[in-house]
């Protein structure tokens, strides 16, 4: 592991214990080596941090282009966050992705893109539905519960609260009719992994 990467993770592992009381259920689905592609609901700023501290082995993660800048611009890429702007049909960016997963790494991924206004689930946004499709990788559904309260989209601070990760087996686009081609294969593939973070609920 990077050092880098490692305080990082470090980091982010206390503080989600100390702040946000920080769990991870299921955690048997989460893979620690090999290929596999991560999708998570995303609705708060903690979410890239809170997924990754579940996993005890480096991830990659996304980021919006335009947070590399400055001292973002340096750190961003040295704990393995990748520049991309998937909503827009970034083709570079998603060969990149493409070629990490075939590599044997673990890529987190948002579908919905940017964070929920509401905490509730969104559509899945352009581009998702073809990693998923060519990615080859175990699909490998994470939900978040706890991270809105902690720090909603509409919130200036974070406040304590209690963050669970809980993870779901891995979404089989395999059964998803042969004639289904294209955008629509692609399509469908999206919709399919939101419907399974939408079936992982949070245990009492």
Not at 11 to 36: C, K, M, N, Q
Not at 147 to 156: D, I, M, P, V, Y
Not at 165 to 194: K, N
Request: charged content about 20%; overall charge positive; some cysteine.
């Amino acid at each position: 592991m990077p050092v880098i990467y490692w305080l990082a993770h470090t980091l982010s592992r206390l503080v989600g214990r100390i702040f946000f009381r920080h769990r991870t259920l299921h955690r048997e689905f989460l893979p620690e080596s090999g290929g596999a592609l991560i999708v998570a609901n995303h609705v708060s700023f903690l979410d890239p941090a809170a997924v990754g501290a579940a996993f005890r082995k480096p991830i990659y993660y996304l980021a919006r282009k335009t947070l590399f800048k400055g001292l973002l611009g340096w750190l961003l890429p040295r704990i393995q966050v990748l520049p991309v702007d998937l909503g827009k049909g970034d083709l570079a960016s998603m060969k990149r992705i493409l070629s990490l997963l075939k590599a044997g790494n673990r890529v987190l991924i948002f579908p919905e893109g940017t964070r929920s206004p509401d905490g509730t689930l969104q559509e899945a946004e352009a581009g998702i539905g073809f990693i998923i499709a060519k990615g080859e990788v175990p699909v490998v559904p994470v939900r978040i519960f706890g991270a809105f309260e902690c720090w909603g989209r509409e919130a200036k601070w974070p406040r304590p609260g209690r963050i669970t990760i809980v993870a779901g087996p891995p979404v089989d686009v395999s059964g998803l009719p042969g004639e289904l081609t294209g955008r629509a294969r692609y399509q469908a593939c999206a919709e399919l992994v939101m419907k399974a973070l939408a079936e992982i609920h949070l245990e009492a």
